[in-house]
């Protein structure tokens, strides 16, 4: 799989950089986090979201509504899934990571989707990185042996447990995971059987042979 530089125009179409905002003492915070061997995700910290930038990016990016600060941290190889949200996502990396996306736009019929075009791009540590509502993502995968970290910000309740009793309606109801959460799943993802399969292809994998693209970049 080619990977890209995230400042690629190839990007253009599932994101953005984003710049104007001052995430260095929420990097701070976040480097003393520590990061786990399997990938564990928080959607709202509240030692995070008592630093001013918190309400600064809420007021001026989300335009007043009402936002989340958590984050994501581990060590993963693997693709597995892919999930959409109603609303831009806003990753600021502690780490360099590798991250495999595609479009909703090419979602075929009942929402199955070829990994055959998912594309991989390189986040080098210190940026903060716009994930377009259309943009298929999911977990980064690390390219350091201590693992892959980054805060994240959402809309308030993303990614929270769905109410008790929920009962899905419509055929992309089926596929939600969490609030605002709708999950395309791998059969070799690891996830519960009656969850239904929608990644039809390979499960790609980002290797150690791939983590070459850190030094390459970072000589830029």
Known sequence: MKIYDIADPAFGRYGSIVEGYDFSELLTVMEKKLIPETVEYVASDPELEKLPVFREFADSFYGGLPAELGYCMGHNQKLNALEYHRGSEV????????????????????????????????????????????????????????????ATFLLKGTNCPLEEGFVPSTEEDRLLGARNKWLLVHQEGGFDKTFPVKLRGENPAIGQSDWKVRERWREK
């Open 91 to 150: 990753n600021i990396s502690v780490t360099d990571y590798i991250v495999m996306i595609g479009r909703m736009q090419d979602l075929e019929e009942h929402f199955y989707y070829d990994t055959a075009k998912v594309e991989a791009f390189y986040v080098p540590a210190g940026l903060a990185v716009e994930f377009y509502a259309t943009t298929l993502h999911y977990c980064a995968c690390h390219v350091q042996e201590r693992g892959y970290s980054h």
